[in-house]
């Protein structure tokens, strides 16, 4: 007779010392009468059988019978041995570790449409070990009581209800508050209190505190942060080579800058002592974009104004092959005359640094490439809005709205994939404020999160996207944002009191509805083919300047005529 100590069980393995010749660990291997069978990964052909025979809370006798059997956390015997000519052959004594938890899922995910509202749950449950039970009755609330939750995104409490001795089921209730980036939580903690548990205390149950749940919702907009050290996203070189022989481009991004080291790149091939074909960074503080046309022979063209830190802006350039141009937040800044071709370069698009060193700090998202030339109109029209990845010219789309992992997918069909390289792959996904665009996933509803793509309402910060979506908008109630772009696909209704303190960009032909004021803090700009209608009732006030190339209509009736009041200076060609 052998003596066999097992001094570990879990679901998967347990380990067997002693003196017996069957040490070792043994695995978990199919069934047999509905019960797992185990073996020995190093005795391949000695097996054994085991069962609590007595029931004394010890594992008792074993039979020997060349399979080995343990029921995971049970002290169920089998109805009777197998086979039942093989007699007692050892006493076998088992030391569990203690009871477990198990949680169906560490995340709650959600789409947009649900408003702020968590329709997910998850599942705890306990593992019975032992005789081991929730605590209370059907119903009960853990939540305050016997555990303990934090981290909890504002406008959400939780609920932990019983449903039975074993099982518990986390839900979030209430309205995700829409100033938070739910999309960045990801250390919700959860801690049971000896309280929760028969017998044991909670330090001796596995995951009775648990601190990674998340909580994820779909379409809520994100970025890459960069750390000023080494952090880029490598491109690969077919973009290098689809380029060759087009001399036309397009590239544009939106940019938070939050440190200045000197040249700081956003996208381009540009490596030092060699050829490139475009680079777009930060010069003497200016946005800049370069065109290499071939043996060192580089060109560039800057805007106008100093590049604000902090501050989400958009940045483009374009060249047609005999002129090159730069856009700051849509807005033409300069241009110059350059006529060649693009230069045969081997180098790799790099994101966020160049073979110089040259590095961002700060965010970078919604880097496009495009190998045509960009009109103003179609620059205004989709810089605050998500395109699909299949429009006419678009080489590389990067929306940049992955959650983690150290892929940067082109959604493009050319799926030039950028690889995040130096990068923390947990921490450099971060949520974008560059713009919120309008989707009308919920409703027509302007104060409903569910209908923008940030999944918040727009703020007096927010740079805001206009376009057609499921349901037009209808804009009621007050509401300031800093830009705005109201695009040719827009079919909403401006129906109320609402301010501008930037740029509003008018590529389509929206009205005024209704007694609404508007108020223009910083600049209108009317696209050619687009109109801004004013009804009888309404009054749009212009406090900057206004670049009309398209027309501004002010309607009257019997019962009054629009008003306009402008303090700024005007120009273009359009007319009233």
């Known amino acids: 007779i052998y003596l066999v100590i097992i001094i570990k069980v879990d679901a998967l393995n347990f380990i067997v010392s002693g003196s017996s010749g069957y040490e070792g660990t043994y695995y978990e291997n199919g069934t047999c009468n509905g019960k797992p069978i185990y073996y020995l990964d190093n005795i391949e052909e000695n097996y054994a059988?085991?069962?609590?025979?007595?029931?004394?809370?010890?594992?008792?006798?074993?039979?020997?019978?060349?399979?080995?059997?343990?029921?995971?956390?049970?002290?169920?015997?089998?109805e009777s041995p197998i086979p039942p000519s093989i007699g007692w052959d050892a006493s076998i004594f088992v030391n569990?570790?203690?009871?477990?938890?198990?949680?169906?899922?560490?995340?709650?995910?959600?789409?947009?449409?649900?408003?702020?509202?968590?329709?997910?749950?998850?599942?705890?449950?306990?593992?019975?070990?032992?005789?081991?039970?929730?605590?209370?009755?059907?119903?009960?609330?853990?939540?305050?009581?016997?555990?303990?939750i934090t981290n909890l995104i504002s406008g959400l409490t939780a609920s932990l209800i019983r449903k039975d001795a074993n099982t518990l089921t986390l839900k979030l209730n209430g309205i995700a508050d829409a100033s938070t980036d739910v999309n960045s939580i990801n250390n919700l903690t959860i801690t049971f209190d000896n309280s929760a548990f028969t017998g044991n205390n909670a330090s001796?149950?596995?995951?009775?505190?648990?601190?990674?749940?998340?909580?994820?919702?779909?379409?809520?907009?994100?970025?890459?942060?960069?750390?000023?050290?080494?952090?880029?996203?490598?491109?690969?070189?077919?973009?290098?080579?689809?380029?060759?022989?087009?001399?036309?481009?397009?590239?544009?991004?939106?940019?938070?800058?939050?440190?200045?080291?000197?040249?700081?790149?956003?996208?381009?091939?540009?490596?030092?002592?060699?050829?490139?074909?475009?680079?777009?960074?930060?010069?003497?503080?200016?946005?800049?974009?370069?065109?290499?046309?071939?043996?060192?022979?580089?060109?560039?063209?800057?805007?106008?104004?100093?590049?604000?830190?902090?501050?989400?802006?958009?940045?483009?350039?374009?060249?047609?092959?005999?002129?090159?141009?730069?856009?700051?937040?849509?807005?033409?800044?300069?241009?110059?005359?350059?006529?060649?071709?693009?230069?045969?370069?081997?180098?790799?698009?790099?994101?966020?640094?160049?073979?110089?060193a040259e590095i961002w700090k700060g965010q970078i998202d919604e880097v496009?490439?495009?190998?045509?030339?960009?009109?103003?109109?179609?620059?205004?029209?989709?810089?605050?809005?998500?395109?699909?990845?299949?429009?006419?010219?678009?080489?590389?789309?990067?929306?940049?709205?992955?959650?983690?992992?150290?892929?940067?997918?082109?959604?493009?069909?050319?799926?030039?994939?950028?690889?995040?390289?130096?990068?923390?792959?947990?921490?450099?996904?971060?949520?974008?404020?560059?713009?919120?665009?309008?989707?009308?996933?919920?409703?027509?509803?302007?104060?409903?999160?569910?209908?923008?793509?940030?999944?918040?309402?727009?703020k007096i910060t927010d740079n805001v996207g206009l376009c057609s979506g499921i349901n037009e908008v209808t804009l009621s109630g007050n509401s300031t944002v800093k830009n705005m772009v109201i695009t040719s696909t827009f079919g909403g209704t401006i129906g109320s009191e609402f301010t501008v303190n930037e740029n509003l960009f008018i590529n389509g032909n929206p009205t005024l509805s209704g007694e609404?004021?508007?108020t223009i803090s910083g600049n209108l700009l009317i696209s050619e083919g687009a109109s801004f209608n004013v009804p009888y009732n309404g009054r749009l006030t212009l406090t900057g300047n206004t670049i009309n190339n398209g027309v501004i209509v002010l309607k009257s009736s019997s019962d009054g005529t629009a008003t306009l009041l402008s303090s700024g200076t005007y120009s273009g060609k359009g007319t009233f």
């Not at 997910?120 to 059907?138: K, L, P, R, V, W």
């Not at 397009?250 to 996208?267: C, D, M, R, S």
């Not at 103003?376 to 992992?405: H, P, W």
């Not at 302007?446 to 918040?456: D, R």
Request: net charge negative.
């Open 49 to 78: 059988l085991i069962w609590d025979c007595e029931g004394s809370g010890n594992w008792g006798l074993c039979y020997w019978i060349g399979i080995i059997y343990i029921p995971a956390y049970t002290t169920n015997a089998p």
């Open 96 to 148: 569990p570790e203690g009871a477990i938890l198990d949680y169906s899922s560490l995340s709650f995910n959600e789409s947009n449409i649900n408003e702020g509202r968590i329709a997910d749950s998850i599942t705890i449950t306990h593992n019975g070990y032992g005789g081991e039970i929730f605590t209370g009755a059907n119903g009960d609330d853990f939540v305050g009581t016997k555990a303990t």
């Open 204 to 356: 001796e149950v596995l995951n009775y505190t648990i601190n990674n749940i998340s909580i994820n919702f779909s379409n809520a907009d994100k970025s890459l942060e960069f750390d000023g050290s080494n952090d880029y996203v490598d491109c690969g070189s077919n973009i290098t080579s689809a380029l060759e022989g087009t001399n036309t481009i397009t590239v544009e991004a939106w940019v938070k800058l939050t440190q200045n080291y000197g040249l700081p790149t956003i996208v381009g091939n540009y490596a030092n002592g060699n050829n490139m074909q475009f680079l777009l960074r930060i010069d003497g503080n200016k946005p800049t974009f370069w065109i290499g046309l071939g043996g060192g022979d580089w060109h560039n063209i800057s805007g106008l104004n100093n590049l604000i830190l902090n501050k989400w802006t958009h940045i483009a350039g374009t060249w047609d092959g005999s002129e090159i141009k730069i856009y700051v937040n849509g807005i033409l800044e300069n241009s110059a005359e350059l006529s060649g071709v693009f230069a045969t370069n081997p180098y790799s698009v790099r994101i966020g640094l160049n073979y110089s």
């Open 368 to 458: 496009r490439i495009w190998n045509t030339t960009r009109t103003e109109f179609q620059i205004r029209e989709c810089m605050m809005k998500l395109l699909s990845g299949n429009e006419a010219g678009l080489l590389v789309y990067y929306d940049f709205n992955e959650t983690s992992g150290n892929t940067l997918y082109d959604l493009t069909s050319n799926h030039n994939d950028g690889t995040l390289i130096n990068m923390n792959e947990s921490t450099a996904w971060v949520g974008s404020a560059a713009f919120n665009m309008w989707t009308g996933t919920i409703s027509s509803e302007w104060n409903n999160i569910g209908n923008w793509s940030q999944l918040a309402i727009p």
């Open 516 to 518: 609404s004021v508007t």
